[in-house]
């Protein structure tokens, strides 16, 4: 494990559901918590629609620019599951058959059962890795270091612990939030003197409403423990000397 | 109004929170139905962290690509709010005091309460045009083709109807979901074969468990009711034909 290096991933959400505005995605999240606790940063989501050259164009800008990049949506067995092709065309791979995803899906149905239309699930890049799927038996895969999901989040989650080993990530990254009763502008100098004087710490500030009454959660990111605390102390300064009320804080 | 012209849009949620997991992009969705029905297609969606070559990378590349990109997030009164600055130097513009922005919150806060941390809100790009916000005051802008919305998703809502007259759509898009009690693998051929002869209508396949069941739902979008309807049915006929339980269709 490379543990002082700062590690970033992409995430491409593939599907016209997100786009239209039918589907809220939560695949994001899922995936940007579970890559903050194995030292892996998202630099940048791209939410795009399924077709091929927008697919293979996003892979491969994406893939140079970040150490990881993970995509979601596009591999069941219907005619608008185009991911596994398009990834085959962003590395010039051939898309065939997978040996080894065709005897799982033969073993994970009944006989008679793992028909045309399922077995368009293994066709995949040439050798790639597969990630195994402990909910509905289709593999996801992976080509040099991009990493192929469903888009059903569910089925997504599930398969993320798979994943684990063929990532490497940087320190974890720690989050610490304090919630406050105020108003941004009312802290908005003082914060802005904390984030200046601790610049490996990234300090964001965000309004909320909650049931009828304003705050804001100040939350500090930094893969440095004791700098958070730093920053925190900082914090608890002038919130202090402004008499402001700590609603929470973890 | 271009009734016959296809529009299209970009979104660009700024905000390390989205990135981080921690917070649940949900703008998006109320962004993507309220343009479609408009006319206007949400062709891509890019969510960037609050660093400021990174905005105005992004906004440049999108405002070129598109007829419209909405910008959500940062233009609040602390030290991360940066999207109108950004925007300022995308444009090659002055960042200043907006006069009538200035005027609207003088007269919305109590006397005294319009601060320093306040004033902050009414900096944006020279002669920016102003996106009014019935919720709490501080408005949004518009430079050219860039209309910058906040983050807080009940403000954000609250703004969309003022930007009605400031964007021309085509056709409305319409959206027509078959919900029926089978897999994929089930329809796959047949839908392809639907597709194909459909070019016009976009056929989402999207399988669901509800209640511990199975089912897919179709999607069919199109700006042409009488193309979903043929549409339609000719997926009724093999539905039919393979005793295929409708659930619902809307």
Redesign the interface.
Known sequence: MIKNKKVNAAII?I????????????N??????WL?SIGV??????????IEK?IIDTVNILRKANDYVFTTGGI?????DITAESISKAFFLDYEIHKEAFKILEAYYKPGEF????Q?MVWMPKDAKLILNPTSGAPGFSVNNVFCLP??P?ILKSMLGGLKNMISGGKP?I?Y?INLRTV??????P??FV?ENNKEV??????F?RAGKVGVSI?L?SDNKSKIEVCNSQILEFVDQKKIEIIESS
Request: glycine share 10%.
């Open positions: 959400i599907g016209n559901e997100i786009l239209s505005g039918r589907t809220q995605d939560t994001t999240g899922t995936i940007a918590l903050n940063k998202v630099q940048e989501v791209r939410v795009i629609p399924d927008t069941g067995p219907t005619h608008d028909n045309k239309g399922r368009k888009g059903v569910s990254i989050s939030a941004e502008s009312e802290i908005s100098k914060l802005t984030q990234e300090i964001g500030s965000y309004p409403f939350v990111r």
